[in-house]
């Protein structure tokens, strides 16, 4: 899971293969979605790529990634307390850790995101965001971006 | 996100890069599965590409896109209900548009799918559609489709 | 869905387009998650691509594919409980073949996965394993996998 960085080609020109990069995301409270965009936009610009797909990749069990509005914060504040009610903490669970709960909001939200790129840019809907998703923070975390021309 | 028409080569071939097309939907119900499957073959056929995948992509934060029976309509009645269920539209929510539901259940269900191509055709399981998710409709809704080869 | 042997370069090299593999899976119970792992990493080695992306898709309407902990099958216990939990069996539905739940829990969970390859490996967290979600077994069931260089 090493970030590399791509090959580019001798003309300075897009990367066709291989651009896959790691990005370091440090949460501060055991739930809790934090905005990517900035990070992305710049791995998708040093991929070199112009026209293709973003795939965004989270390597935990008890955390995930998803699109969902980034103006008001009020959003994210009912995404997590929602699933939180819906999986509470402290259900009666086999997992003896103390976060079964993060494993399933975890496989409810997802591990993976795809994300289009057009002209160098991230294409996002007017009021989308994209999301790490802590289930089990405060802790750091690694979040993998794929950027592919196509 | 502005439609656009693949590059093709001059000798008519399949295009390699830069395909993506913007759907138009129109949804008649606050809550609603539409199946978008027509829409889809035609975008695959539009595209040149013979294998491949195809990303669907929601650029909004109050839908989703899913895949899942199409033969039954009882199937995605019983979808948008349940998810009413477990996210109710008049819960204590801190997002005060009176829409916090739908960002949620947009959330659970998730803004893109994958799909695969092969001689030119999407390929569905037997009993598989794919739906965009209207969570906060009626209104009119854009659908992304990317489609690359490989 | 035929199962379809990469078109390999004359000098063995990677193929670029058109790896499409069918997995067969036998689940043995209602409710299920199968790991993947050994299966798809047979598949990046048998594509020839060492860098790239693995996409997992499930063609059924009662089955999902999810990115969760391997370790501890407890784990896979509890998601399978909690979605039990959350979408029961015997509620009141309109499809009438006794496997709502199942359609429903596909929904949430979802048809696709999508991973990373590099140097001719899954890109996995620690922890993570890749799991067919049987939602209406026992039965044989299908999924696909398509790995292209990126």
Redesign the interface.
Known sequence: ?KS?QANRAPNGGAA???F?KGLSVQSRAREELIKLDALLEEAVEESGVK???C?V?????TAAV????GA?P??T???V???TH??PRD?S?????GN?DS??K???????????V?RGRL??????SVFFCEFDGPRRR?V?V?V???
């Open positions: 899971m590399r066709r293969t291989g896959l026209d293709g797909v795939h990749y989270v390597p935990h069990t998803t699109v969902n509005e008001d009020a959003v504040t009912d995404i307390a929602r699933l819906l999986v259900a669970y086999a997992h003896a850790e079964a494993h399933i975890a496989a409810i939200v997802g591990a993976s995101a795809t994300l289009f057009e294409v996002l809907g007017t009021w989308q690694r993998l794929k592919i021309e196509g």
